[in-house]
């Protein structure tokens, strides 16, 4: 029988403590640059819409940071080993929102070798989601060595995918891949250069696939389409939101902020 003193009391902690932060991994079935192209863009899209966001970048060969061209002088990896403290780590953007690396070089893999420091860049990440609304991860997937922090496994993964035959097959290999990691739970699907039917086609098979071959849930995130307002802003330097806010990719961004501006629940071991 469940305790219930003990559940009116973590009910009030989880009160005191206020909302949970939203943490989304993201991962892609793309080329890299497109994957960046639509963290920024959604970034400043949530900025625009009030929500304060921080892109972490956590790719081992440069991601979003590369590209945005920030380089924050610190890393988590630093934070966790108390050479800094965060506010060196997180270097804000024009747009308004900030960005984060992880780690740098070798970094990371010279975390992974020790508990206590996997487990202390692990509180340095949680830190830095408690000071930020949204935290969205520019991540990768290597089943051999999982989530660098147990916080990227249990919240919310989007996998961004094509309507490219190629994509399609690549993006079912990853939540193949992630299912048979983190177990039965749901995972989001971003579809972007698409047109909103072709989007629908694309999530349609790829749930119905899920669900029949992995017994997995999977969330329809939105779409974005292929717009020439995205290449235009890009070479401005630019949000597209920005500096084309008529645009139907401007449109796609400001409903795809206001979809992950929604109260957080966790989504490990929950449907869409």
């Given at each position: 029988?469940?305790?219930?003193?003990?559940?009116q009391?973590?009910?009030?902690?989880?009160?005191?403590?206020?909302?949970?932060?939203?943490?989304v991994?993201?991962?892609?079935?793309?080329?890299?640059?497109?994957?960046?192209?639509?963290?920024?863009?959604?970034?400043?899209?949530?900025?625009?819409?009030?929500?304060?966001?921080?892109?972490?970048?956590?790719?081992?060969?440069?991601?979003?940071?590369?590209?945005?061209?920030?380089?924050?002088?610190?890393?988590?990896?630093?934070?966790?080993?108390?050479?800094?403290g965060?506010?060196?780590?997180?270097?804000?953007?024009?747009?308004?929102?900030?960005?984060?690396?992880?780690?740098?070089?070798?970094?990371?893999s010279?975390?992974?070798?020790?508990?206590?420091?996997?487990?202390?860049?692990?509180?340095?990440?949680?830190?830095?989601?408690?000071?930020?609304?949204?935290?969205l991860?520019?991540?990768?997937?290597d089943?051999?060595?999982?989530?660098?922090?147990?916080?990227?496994?249990?919240?919310?993964?989007?996998?961004?995918?094509?309507?490219?035959?190629?994509?399609?097959?690549?993006a079912?290999?990853?939540v193949?891949?992630?299912?048979?990691?983190?177990?039965?739970?749901?995972?989001?699907?971003?579809v972007?250069g698409?047109?909103?039917?072709?989007?629908?086609?694309?999530?349609?098979?790829?749930?119905?696939?899920?669900?029949?071959?992995?017994?997995?849930?999977?969330?329809?995130?939105?779409?974005?389409?292929?717009?020439?307002?995205?290449?235009?802003?890009?070479?401005?330097?630019?949000?597209?939101?920005?500096?084309?806010?008529?645009?139907?990719?401007?449109?796609?961004?400001?409903?795809?902020?206001?979809?992950?501006?929604?109260?957080?629940?966790p989504a490990?071991?929950?449907?869409?």
């Amino acid at each position: 029988m469940a305790n219930f003193d003990f559940d009116q009391a973590e009910g009030l902690r989880r009160m005191l403590a206020g909302p949970r932060p939203r943490i989304v991994t993201f991962l892609s079935a793309m080329i890299s640059d497109d994957k960046e192209a639509m963290l920024v863009n959604l970034g400043a899209s949530l900025v625009q819409a009030g929500s304060d966001a921080v892109l972490l970048d956590v790719c081992a060969g440069g991601g979003v940071s590369s590209r945005l061209g920030v380089a924050p002088p610190a890393t988590l990896v630093d934070v966790a080993r108390q050479e800094c403290g965060m506010e060196q780590a997180v270097q804000t953007t024009p747009q308004g929102f900030g960005v984060a690396r992880m780690a740098r070089g070798t970094q990371l893999s010279e975390t992974r070798k020790a508990a206590d420091d996997v487990r202390r860049l692990g509180n340095a990440f949680d830190e830095l989601a408690k000071q930020s609304g949204i935290v969205l991860i520019d991540g990768e997937f290597d089943p051999a060595i999982g989530f660098p922090v147990p916080a990227m496994a249990s919240g919310e993964i989007v996998v961004q995918v094509s309507g490219s035959a190629a994509s399609i097959k690549a993006a079912y290999c990853l939540v193949k891949a992630l299912n048979r990691e983190l177990g039965k739970r749901s995972f989001g699907i971003l579809v972007t250069g698409s047109s909103e039917n072709e989007a629908k086609v694309v999530y349609d098979n790829m749930a119905l696939a899920a669900s029949r071959y992995l017994a997995v849930q999977l969330t329809s995130m939105g779409s974005v389409p292929s717009d020439e307002y995205l290449t235009k802003a890009a070479r401005l330097g630019r949000a597209v939101v920005d500096a084309f806010p008529m645009a139907g990719a401007s449109v796609a961004f400001r409903r795809l902020a206001e979809r992950f501006a929604l109260p957080y629940a966790p989504a490990a071991g929950l449907g869409g």
